[in-house]
């Protein structure tokens, strides 16, 4: 999506989706509305045809099966070191794809920095983005929105800032990670001052930013608080 006419584009904004892939409607508006913040933003579809049916449950049978199978595109996090030094050779096709979108927009918009905004699952990609430097993939800052699976490791490997938006209800279910990713943002700023953020949205429930209900006011106004919060961050720092 492009910024709206008569509207300087001056940076470049990747959006990746969660496991519901890129048909969902209110991510695709999520691209539409990073593009009004001045952005050409661009979603690409990392999952192809394999992503989870929004009408399904997580409590299906089958869903076991597939998340088995999404792992061999997205790495769980390891606080293994050596772990992340495997990451190209065992997932090339993720990374391939990432670099393959962002050397295309590159190539097209020399001049314009690139970030990167995840939701959820996306917040795998951006992950594995940050502990490469940025000349090979070219994304230069991430803001992930409610990535409940995220851990301090993401912070201690990243080679860009990040920023972290977390919702209450994922602060609850994963405490310990919640804490290790906030403690991870000081001890990373006093070794090589490179600064995260990790910012608790209170009262919100997993996927408000990308699959809430817009109908609803409060929860249609903290979904554009972090989106504003996400745009805000990638211009600070890119």
Known sequence: THPAAGTELNKIVVLFHDIYGFGLPNTRHATDYM????FLAVMPNTLGDDSWDENRSL???DFGAWWVRA????????SDPHFYEQVDENFPLVLSTIKKVTSHLKSAYPSQPIGAMGFCWGGRQIDLIARHPVNEVHIGAGALLHAGLMDGPSITNALFPLKFIVTEDDAVKFPEKYERTVQA???VKAANGLVHEVVLYKGMQHGFANRGNYKDEHEWSETKRARDEAAEWLKKNL
């Open 35 to 38: 593009a009004g913040h001045g």
């Open 59 to 61: 409590a299906s049978e």
């Open 71 to 78: 792992q061999l595109l997205f790495p769980q996090m390891s």
């Open 185 to 187: 943002v000081a001890d």
